[in-house]
Structures are given as C-alpha cells and as structure tokens.
C-alpha cells in the first residue's frame, strides 16, 4: 500500500490546511494547548454566527468541486438553485466552485440570496463570484456545524467524499433525532445508483430500518425535489409564519443585516 504522504504528493496535493486541527486530532497535549486550540474554535464559531445571523431560512447544496458550468450536472444544480430561491430560501453551500456555484449561481439568476460557507485549502476551495456573502473557515466541523445550522432543507448532488459525509451526516443526525426531519434530496440516480443499492442492501442486512430508506428523496427531477422541500420544509415548519431576527445596533449590525437582507 501506498504511503499516505505519497498519495499526495502524486495527486499535487499539498496538505497545508489546519495544522493546528491535525495536531488536536492527534491525542492529548497539554493543558495550555488543548485551551488555546478551544478558544481558537470558539473565535470562529462566534466569527460563523456573527456573519450568519441575518440569512434567513436556508437551503443548503452538496456536491462536487470538480464540475464545470458545461458539464451536466453543473446545469441541473444552476436550475435547482434558482428554483429552489424561487421558494424564497436563501441557497446557501461550501462558496466553492463546481456544484456550489451553480447552486449559487442559480439564486443570483432568479435574484435570490447566496451565502457560503468556505473552507481554507490548498486546492479547489476559492469563494465562487456568486456569493452576496461567504466567511472563510479553517476548521471543517466548524463549517458542517453552520452549513446545517440555518439549513431547513438540503440538497445532495453528485459529489465526492466531503458530499457523501455531508449526506451520511445529515440522514444519521435525522436518524438519530439529533436533527428534525428536514428534507433530503439526493440528486442523481444514475451516479448514485450504486450508494442507493448499498443502502437498500443495508436495509436487508438489518444494519438500518426500512424506514431509514425515507429520509431522503432520491430523484432527478427538478420539480420533485422542490416539491418536496416545499411540502416538507415551508409547511412542515410552518415558514411563513417566522420572523427574521432584527438587528441590533450596539453590536454594528445594521450595515452587516442591509447587506445580506437587501435593505
């Protein structure tokens, strides 16, 4: 087997990253490190809920990095942004590019609200141009914590590893009860058929319930997946009957609250 380090290295891939994230993953360090390392992550969480605050009822789009605005995928995910802020959701993704803007994208065509969440790397994650605002994050639970946090629905499209552990986090914190039952949408039956035959093949192993399988919708229709958001997110929430929080003064949030709202 390959060394990890060389896998890398051929792939042109630089592991810069967090170093401090990799460090705090490796066992117990002193005292006064694992303090600072938490304070660190509690500055970007504060960061996170300080630029977020004001986006409204969220949707929030997974997928692939690697796709161009001419490859297929990338056109089905434009459509499906805008269609889905046609709803009055604010589309909100990793700010990246490939999958994330053409979800971004596709809520600026339609003049809808676009929001990222980016995560500092060495490749592939620079903010897309089609974003009203993003924050750039060095830790990656701290963006899948804010990418569901403001989320009532979320969208899986065609992606890698980071797309099917967002997709596995979230059906397991539905599963689980951690989350309420907010939609899932994996797009993609095609490229998805053999995850899907997997989880069927789980069911009949008995590692998940039969009613495991309902968490998410698995289509590629534009109109059925927004139609299930709709169904399961603005009634089953009750949407229309909540209220944006308003901004307060004191803290310089009213420029932070005109840029995001449109005011």
């Known amino acids: 087997m390959n060394d990890i380090n060389e896998v890398h290295k051929e792939a042109g891939f630089t ?3 967090s170093k401090q994230e990799a460090v705090f993953l490796d066992g117990p360090h002193s005292r006064l490190k694992e303090l600072s390392f938490l304070f660190k992550v509690m500055r970007q969480f504060i960061y996170g809920l300080r630029k977020l605050h004001f986006v409204g009822p969220c949707v929030t789009v997974f997928g692939s990095a690697r796709f161009d605005e001419n490859h297929e995928y990338y056109k089905i995910t434009r459509q499906m942004g805008g269609e889905i802020a046609r709803l009055g959701f604010t589309i909100m993704t990793g700010g990246g590019p490939g999958i994330m803007e053409a979800a971004n994208r596709g809520a600026k065509d339609v003049g809808g609200r676009s929001i990222g969440c980016n995560i500092i790397l ?4 620079k903010p897309n141009p089609y974003l009203d605002r993003w924050i750039d994050l060095d830790y990656f639970f701290v963006r899948k914590t804010l990418l569901s946090k403001y989320s009532y629905a979320f969208v899986v499209m065609p992606g890698g590893y980071g797309t099917l ?3 596995f986090e979230a059906i397991t914190l539905i599963q689980t009860g951690k989350f309420q039952k907010f939609p899932v949408v994996l797009m993609g039956t ?6 899907y035959d997997h989880i069927q093949h789980m069911i009949e192993q008995k590692t998940i319930s039969d009613t495991d399988a309902a968490l998410f919708l698995f289509t590629d229709s ?3 997946a927004v139609a299930h958001i709709s169904k399961y997110a603005i009634e089953g929430f009750g949407l229309k009957k909540i209220k944006h929080p308003k901004p307060f003064r004191l803290l310089g949030e ?3 609250y005109s840029i995001i709202m449109g005011d």
Do not use: A, N, T
Request: proline share 9%; no cysteine.
């Open 222 to 224: 534009i109109e059925e």
């Open 15 to 17: 592991p810069v990253g």
């Open 190 to 195: 095609e490229y998805h058929k053999r995850l």
């Open 165 to 167: 552990d967002e997709f």
């Open 254 to 256: 009213k420029s932070l």
């Open 122 to 125: 060495p490749h592939e994650q």
